[in-house]
């Protein structure tokens, strides 16, 4: 049986790439679409590549009857999510793509987002969407916090290293150049083609960008004891993608092989061939991940690249993998889609 699906903000790009990617899903039935501006408007209207596919139009959230509904998609702004989602029904099987739930501390959230959680007892309750490292508890999970995908990125390069022990946990340096479609559809005067086609700049350097509240918790956790990250990530002049460099003191055949090691078995993430780095071009449009790693002129240093597609693996991907998860089905459902090259 198929299981019914909401998609809360699908008028946006994480919203849109969800739709795609069900489209190709057995079990998945979309049947509520939601909008705020665009409510009222035909999906393949406000998305004319979605144009082919027979689904239902884009109302305000207020409209749904979510009694037939088995999972929802949560793919609204900050803030809004938290607001939303606190008002679902409490059966209601939730994948939040915001940044609403992703932290467990309130004073944590407080510090990277400014203001206080509205709803810190499901903060609590949410479970960290990194499926490589929280698959069991995403199975039995009813709300799934997607993680940044900056911070998806940072930690698929590091985690590993942590893990096996093999860097020193003072000297983690992660640089990062992501793609416009990250800051998603609203218009920003920064995002305007003439002032980012053609030029780079980098943004909330100085330990400013709030996925480092992410980098943080999970690196802390993983060491017992606090690891801070150096991390700067930059805007680049491409629609989707993201390539995350970290520079880690450590042996560069002992930073392969952890990674090697820690992914043999993951269907969505490939370890190249030790001195191999990857390619945003590579992966765009799917759900894989591609990480390399060189060694130094410097002895005992290494240099970890990490290229994956920001609104599929870095988001609504990653969030399809979980309700995979969620669903009962088998965790590549609908998500093995090829790369498009070039
Ligand atoms: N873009 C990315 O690469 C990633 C995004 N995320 C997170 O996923 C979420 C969605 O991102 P993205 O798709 O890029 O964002 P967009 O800005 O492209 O889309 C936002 C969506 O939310 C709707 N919306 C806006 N305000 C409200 C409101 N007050 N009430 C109800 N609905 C509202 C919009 O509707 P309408 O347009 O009709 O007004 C639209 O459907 C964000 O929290 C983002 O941080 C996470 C990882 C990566
Ligand atoms: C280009 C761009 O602005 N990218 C966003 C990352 C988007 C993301 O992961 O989103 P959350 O907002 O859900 O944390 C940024 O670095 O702030």
Same mark, same amino acid.
């Given at each position: 049986?198929?299981? %019914? #699906?909401?998609?809360?903000?699908? *008028? $946006?790009?994480?919203? &849109?790439?969800?739709?795609?990617?069900? +489209? =190709?899903?057995?079990?998945?039935?979309?049947?509520?679409?939601?909008?705020?501006?665009?409510?009222?408007?035909?999906?393949?209207?406000?998305?004319?590549?979605?144009?082919?596919?027979?689904?239902?139009?884009?109302? %305000? #959230?207020?409209?749904?009857?979510? *009694? $037939?509904?088995?999972? &929802?998609?949560?793919?609204?702004?900050? +803030? =809004?999510?938290?607001?939303?989602?606190?008002?679902?029904?409490?059966?209601?099987?939730?994948?939040?793509?915001?940044?609403?739930?992703?932290?467990?501390?309130?004073?944590?959230?407080?510090?990277?987002?400014?203001?206080?959680?509205?709803?810190?007892?499901?903060?609590?309750?949410?479970?960290?969407?990194?499926?490589?490292?929280?698959?069991?508890?995403?199975?039995?999970?009813?709300?799934?916090?997607?993680?940044?995908?900056?911070?998806?990125?940072?930690?698929?390069?590091?985690?590993?290293?942590?893990?096996?022990?093999?860097?020193?946990?003072?000297?983690?340096?992660?640089?990062?150049?992501?793609?416009?479609?990250?800051?998603?559809?609203?218009?920003?005067?920064?995002?305007?083609?003439?002032?980012?086609?053609?030029?780079?700049?980098?943004?909330?350097?100085?330990?400013?960008?709030?996925?480092?509240?992410?980098?943080?918790?999970?690196?802390?956790?993983?060491?017992?004891?606090?690891?801070?990250?150096?991390?700067?990530?930059?805007?680049?002049?491409?629609?989707?993608?993201?390539?995350?460099?970290?520079?880690?003191?450590?042996?560069?055949?002992?930073?392969?092989?952890?990674?090697?090691?820690?992914?043999?078995?993951?269907?969505?993430?490939?370890?190249?061939?030790?001195?191999?780095?990857?390619?945003?071009?590579?992966?765009?449009?799917?759900?894989?991940?591609?990480?390399?790693?060189?060694?130094?002129?410097?002895?005992?240093?290494?240099?970890?690249?990490?290229?994956?597609?920001?609104?599929?693996?870095?988001?609504?991907?990653?969030?399809?993998?979980?309700?995979?998860?969620?669903?009962?089905?088998?965790?590549?459902?609908?998500?093995?889609?090829?790369?498009?090259?070039?």
């Amino acid at each position: 049986m198929s299981s %019914k #699906i909401a998609i809360l903000g699908a *008028s $946006g790009y994480t919203g &849109a790439e969800l739709v795609r990617l069900i +489209a =190709t899903h057995p079990q998945m039935e979309i049947v509520a679409l939601s909008g705020e501006r665009k409510a009222g408007m035909a999906m393949g209207d406000v998305f004319p590549h979605l144009r082919h596919l027979d689904l239902p139009g884009l109302v %305000k #959230i207020e409209d749904i009857d979510f *009694s $037939g509904v088995d999972l &929802a998609f949560c793919a609204l702004p900050h +803030a =809004t999510s938290q607001a939303v989602i606190k008002e679902l029904p409490r059966d209601l099987k939730i994948v939040d793509l915001s940044a609403d739930f992703r932290l467990r501390d309130p004073a944590e959230y407080e510090k990277w987002y400014g203001q206080p959680h509205a709803a810190v007892e499901m903060q609590k309750e949410a479970v960290y969407g990194l499926t490589e490292f929280y698959r069991d508890a995403i199975r039995s999970a009813r709300l799934v916090a997607g993680t940044g995908c900056n911070a998806a990125a940072g930690q698929y390069a590091i985690r590993p290293l942590i893990e096996a022990g093999v860097i020193d946990l003072d000297e983690i340096i992660l640089d990062l150049k992501n793609g416009v479609s990250g800051a998603g559809r609203s218009l920003k005067e920064n995002l305007l083609h003439a002032e980012l086609s053609g030029g780079a700049y980098p943004y909330s350097a100085g330990g400013k960008h709030r996925h480092l509240g992410e980098f943080d918790q999970e690196f802390s956790a993983l060491a017992g004891r606090p690891v801070l990250v150096q991390f700067t990530p930059h805007l680049a002049p491409f629609n989707r993608g993201i390539l995350a460099t970290a520079y880690v003191k450590g042996a560069p055949e002992a930073v392969h092989e952890a990674l090697a090691a820690r992914y043999a078995s993951e269907r969505f993430l490939e370890v190249l061939p030790f001195g191999a780095l990857p390619s945003t071009r590579s992966v765009g449009g799917s759900n894989f991940v591609h990480i390399g790693v060189s060694g130094d002129r410097i002895p005992g240093r290494a240099t970890v690249a990490v290229a994956l597609d920001n609104l599929c693996k870095g988001s609504s991907g990653q969030a399809m993998q979980n309700a995979n998860l969620m669903l009962g089905y088998d965790e590549t459902e609908g998500l093995m889609l090829a790369p498009v090259f070039p």
